[in-house]
């Protein structure tokens, strides 16, 4: 158990917050396969020089740490983000997750999500963050654990409702934070329930500065935005490059409708490229031109900066805030 200085879990080890630099909060480097290879194969990314090819893309727009959100059984790779980890050390910081999906991705009669104990599972997570992760990503039935530990743990909810077992999951994700400290992002899917979560997750007693929405920028109302700001949580807004929901001008109008109302400090940055085709390097090895993570930092902070947002505010948001939201709650540490 670490002592009360404050600190974020990369997968190389804990570190000070402030030598995160610019972080994206949530994003995908590697994804092995699992559900989301269903709905599309552009889910599949296991090419671990295009990856790092990705990343140095990323560091050299100015990036330093990256948010990887691929939770067990759904495209989380621990041996690939190891290697590319370790090719990076000194370099860049790596911060991998636990936890869940959305509902759909989940058997609703055999899944262990479904049939384990509720207590039981809370364990599984603990040991994910405090001891290391299974480097099958609970695949099973072996479990063998690596010395990298989980960093962050990732919950997932779906469309315009909240699915028994999302419920189950966001309790034990509750339970996980008041034994570990760890923070909790959410997946919303197409940014709906986000002010649902958030009172589940306050009810249950976990810190709204430990409570990170995704997928926001989705439903772009900025009235709702303000809803959720009150709850003085964190937003993740990850949308630049997404033309086929909004536009990025929609994106950065409505982040800087926060920042005047008073909430630049709740604000994070995220590309969310989960796909083949939404990174350079992939695209490179398919003959494909296309913009990637680094467009987060070389297309879309600059447009903040057209639209009058401060440096100030993008400090906050690329840097300063990410200290806050990504470090372990020591209040609820023994």
């Not at 990637?292 to 400090?315: N, R």
Request: charged residues 25%.
């Amino acid at each position: 158990m670490n002592d009360k200085k404050e600190f974020v879990r990369t997968v190389l080890g804990d570190i000070d917050p402030k030598e995160m630099g610019v972080v994206d909060c949530h994003d995908h480097l590697i994804k092995n396969g699992g559900p989301e290879v269903e709905e599309h194969i552009d889910f599949l990314m296991i090419d671990i020089n295009a990856a790092k090819k990705e990343l140095q893309n990323y560091l050299d727009a100015g990036g330093k740490t990256m948010v990887t959100m691929d939770p067990p059984n759904v495209g989380r790779d621990v041996n690939r983000m190891l290697e590319i980890a370790n090719d990076f050390k000194g370099k860049a910081h790596l911060i991998m997750s636990t936890g869940f999906h959305k509902a759909k991705f989940y058997d609703k009669h055999c899944s262990w999500l479904k049939t384990v104990e509720e207590d039981k599972i809370v364990a599984m997570m603990v040991a994910e963050i405090e001891e290391g992760m299974d480097k099958h990503s609970y695949n099973g039935p072996v479990v063998e654990r690596v010395s990298a530990k989980a960093g962050i743990i990732k919950v997932g909810t779906g469309y315009a409702s909240i699915d028994p077992l999302e419920q189950k999951s966001l309790r034990i994700a509750a339970k996980t934070n008041l034994a570990t400290g760890v923070p909790i992002l959410i997946h919303t899917q197409l940014g709906t329930m986000g002010l649902e979560v958030v009172d589940i997750l306050l009810k249950l007693g976990v810190s709204p500065k430990k409570i990170i929405l995704s997928h926001l920028n989705k439903n772009p109302d900025k009235y709702y935005y303000e809803k959720i700001c009150e709850k003085g949580v964190f937003i993740a807004f990850d949308g630049p490059d997404r033309v086929k929901y909004y536009p990025d001008s929609t994106l950065a109008e409505n982040m800087k409708y926060l920042i005047d109302k008073g909430y630049q400090k709740q604000l994070l940055l995220a590309m969310d490229a989960g796909r083949f085709y939404y990174q350079t390097a992939y695209s490179e090895t398919k003959g494909h031109i296309s913009f990637g993570i680094a467009y987060m930092l070389t297309h879309f902070v600059p447009l903040l900066k057209q639209i009058g947002v401060s440096q100030d505010a993008i400090d906050d948001i690329l840097i300063n805030n990410p200290q806050v939201a990504l470090a372990f709650d020591n209040s609820k540490r023994g």
